[in-house]
């Protein structure tokens, strides 16, 4: 039974952090559609988020698909937890950043001199966010299992990942 709560536990988890970065992913594609670029800050992140959101969408696969132990799945959830408070925390920077497309040119202006003021913030967001892909991307590749039945077209051998357990 708490098999079965740690793996929802955690599949809820990336769920949400899914769904809030594509949101905020979304507001800041539609910031630059609409003003053509976006702050510097800011292109960090947009650039680094969906690496993120994939090496979470692939986890949740291998989550799905029973090839994650019990102590990963525990040991995944504080990173997917912590990430999702630095995702929140890059919402809420946005929404007091960034000029939403219903605002007036006067706000639009003051809101994008405002921005400078929140530079260091989403760089310690990204810095972060950084070292939960790194992590993400480690747990990925570590607990790949060998792949049996693949061939080369040209060989009738199967490929196997080799990959490094440390215990």
């Known amino acids: 039974m708490a098999e079965a709560l740690a793996v ?3 599949v809820a988890s990336i769920i949400q952090l899914v ?10 594609e539609e910031y630059q559609s609409e003003l053509g670029d976006i702050p510097e800050a800011f292109r960090h ?19 799905g698909a ?23 925390a890059l919402d809420d920077i946005i929404a007091k950043a960034l000029p939403a497309s219903g605002d ?10 405002g921005s400078l003021r929140y530079d260091a913030k989403v760089e310690k967001i990204t810095a972060v966010v950084r070292g939960y892909i790194q992590t993400l991307t480690y747990h990925a590749a570590t607990s790949l299992r060998p792949l049996t039945g693949m061939t080369f077209p040209c060989s009738k051998q199967p490929i196997y990942i080799l990959t490094a357990r440390f215990q």
């Open 8 to 10: 929802v536990g955690i």
């Open 19 to 28: 769904d809030f970065g594509s949101r905020v992913l979304k507001r800041l």
């Open 45 to 63: 992140i947009k650039t680094e988020l969906p690496v993120l959101l994939d090496a979470l969408r692939q986890t949740k696969a291998t989550i």
């Open 66 to 88: 029973g090839s994650v132990q019990d102590e990963s799945k525990k040991a995944l959830l504080p990173a997917v937890e912590g990430c999702t408070v630095q995702i929140k």
């Open 104 to 113: 007036s040119w006067a706000r639009r202006r003051r809101k994008a001199l």
